[in-house]
């Protein structure tokens, strides 16, 4: 079965501070995709980028980052110059297609980021 | 841009109660679903649809109850509330297309007592 582990529980950070969220996941399969997903305070889930197994280029979106290494079966996520607002829980995720075609996300168990100023 | 409206947004139940979660989504996506999201346990899948009139169990279905009458809306269905059902909910829904992201409500946080 699929599975993702975000060892991480909680990481506390003082402002501007580089910080990255490791991801591990498990699979058999060898087509699959790999999310982040944002939770702030607030709530609500804020999808941030999807990759997929094939491609193992680097990403990098402003201050955000993302490490993919097959290898290691690993999804990091870095955050350069860590600010207040980027204080949530995030949430790494690896896709399972079922057999109706629906693409169910197995999700780790999530990095509470605590940025203070 | 409405994307996926969840409500309520909160809820308390007592044991035995029922009541129905209400989503809907107005980006014509094909695949809608349901989780539901527990400390030290991320998000676990409760029943799915692929499209009007079909649907299927995820992870952890016993207690729900799920249909799907139109593209646009799928309602959770709780039968008989219980405390084990203390949760957030959140509905998503997504494409068709393998590997395409899915949108999530802004949760309902749901208190049995």
Same mark, same amino acid.
């Given at each position: 079965a699929?599975?993702?582990?975000?060892?991480?529980?909680?990481?506390?950070?003082?402002?501007?501070?580089?910080?990255?969220?490791?991801?591990?996941?498990?699979?058999?399969?060898?087509t699959?995709y790999?999310?982040?997903y944002?939770?702030?305070?607030?709530?609500?889930?804020?999808?941030l980028?999807?990759?997929? =197994?094939f491609?193992?280029?680097?990403?990098? /979106?402003?201050?955000? +980052?993302?490490? *993919? &290494?097959?290898?290691t079966?690993?999804?990091?996520?870095?955050?350069?110059?860590?600010?207040?607002?980027? =204080?949530?829980?995030?949430?790494?995720?690896? /896709?399972?297609?079922? +057999?109706?075609? *629906? &693409?169910k996300?197995?999700?780790g168990?999530?990095?509470?980021l605590?940025?203070?100023? | 841009?409405?994307?996926?409206?969840?409500?309520?947004?909160?809820?308390?139940?007592?044991?035995?109660?029922?009541?129905?979660?209400?989503?809907?989504?107005?980006?014509?996506?094909?695949?809608?679903?349901w989780?539901?999201?527990?400390?030290?346990?991320?998000?676990?899948?409760?029943?799915?649809?692929?499209g009007a009139?079909?649907?299927?169990?995820?992870?952890?279905?016993?207690?729900?109850?799920?249909?799907?009458?139109?593209t646009?809306?799928?309602?959770?269905?709780?039968?008989s509330?219980?405390?084990?059902?203390?949760?957030?909910?959140?509905c998503?829904?997504?494409?068709?297309?393998?590997?395409?992201?899915?949108?999530?409500?802004?949760?309902?946080?749901?208190?049995?007592v």
């Amino acid at each position: 079965a699929q599975k993702v582990t975000q060892a991480q529980t909680e990481i506390s950070v003082v402002e501007k501070e580089d910080v990255t969220l490791d991801c591990v996941y498990e699979t058999r399969d060898t087509t699959y995709y790999l999310f982040w997903y944002k939770q702030p305070p607030s709530g609500e889930l804020v999808f941030l980028i999807r990759r997929n =197994s094939f491609d193992e280029q680097n990403e990098i /979106s402003g201050r955000y +980052s993302w490490n *993919f &290494q097959k290898s290691t079966s690993s999804f990091n996520f870095t955050i350069t110059a860590s600010q207040v607002v980027d =204080s949530a829980v995030y949430f790494c995720a690896l /896709s399972e297609a079922q +057999s109706t075609g *629906f &693409q169910k996300l197995v999700f780790g168990t999530g990095t509470r980021l605590l940025v203070s100023p | 841009n409405a994307g996926v409206t969840q409500t309520p947004k909160f809820q308390v139940l007592k044991t035995g109660q029922s009541m129905t979660l209400q989503c809907a989504q107005d980006m014509n996506h094909e695949y809608m679903s349901w989780y539901r999201q527990d400390p030290g346990m991320g998000l676990r899948l409760i029943h799915y649809s692929v499209g009007a009139g079909i649907t299927d169990q995820g992870e952890v279905p016993n207690g729900y109850n799920v249909s799907r009458s139109t593209t646009e809306d799928f309602p959770l269905r709780l039968l008989s509330a219980a405390p084990s059902q203390t949760s957030v909910y959140f509905c998503a829904s997504s494409y068709r297309e393998e590997g395409t992201e899915a949108f999530f409500g802004q949760g309902t946080r749901l208190t049995v007592v």
